[in-house]
């Protein structure tokens, strides 16, 4: 049973710069982890079950428009969860209406926490290191256009590989 997931990808320059701080703190998962912005969270699902999972995500990016991201300053979920993000500061409406639209159907999960969208730049680190994230990245700032977003399979030695992407509107 494959692991899947879906998400907005970061574009180039910005991908590779935010991979490259997360491993440069010591996340040792960011190599295998493009950057993104998750809507479905990694699920197993049958590999019969692949196709119709493609067309309802052909069909979810039909029905929201094209939208804007900016990505702007640093967040936490701690004391809940070890992580530091890059939050945004437009877009996140957006964001929520898409992963609305996609966590339907055969991609109808139960979510951890709520949907928050965000840009992972450190996980499951110690405090020192999380703090040097938080603050290190305070100033990032980048603006980008999406219009699309990819249906993401999780390889054992790759990680996550994006195998299909849909065009938004």
Do not use: N
């Amino acid at each position: 049973m494959p692991t899947i997931g879906v998400a907005i990808a970061i574009p180039e320059p910005w991908a590779s710069e935010l991979q490259d701080y997360r491993t440069s703190v010591g996340d040792t998962t960011a190599a295998q982890i493009p950057t993104h912005i998750t809507l479905v969270p990694p699920t197993g699902i049958a590999d019969d079950e692949l196709a119709s999972v493609g067309k309802h995500l052909a069909c979810a990016a039909g029905s929201v428009e094209p939208f804007d991201i900016h990505l702007r300053g640093t967040g936490t979920f701690r004391p809940v969860s070890p992580v530091v993000f890059v939050t945004l500061a437009e877009g996140i409406s957006s964001c929520e209406l898409l992963a609305g639209a996609v966590r339907t159907g055969p991609l109808a999960v139960d979510l951890q926490f709520p949907y928050h969208p965000h840009v992972t730049v450190a996980h499951h680190l110690d405090d020192p290191a999380l703090d040097r994230a938080f603050d290190e990245l305070a100033d990032f700032e980048c603006r980008f256009a999406v219009d699309s977003f990819s249906l993401y399979v999780h390889d054992e030695e790759a990680g996550w590989r994006p195998t299909s992407s849909y065009d938004l509107g």
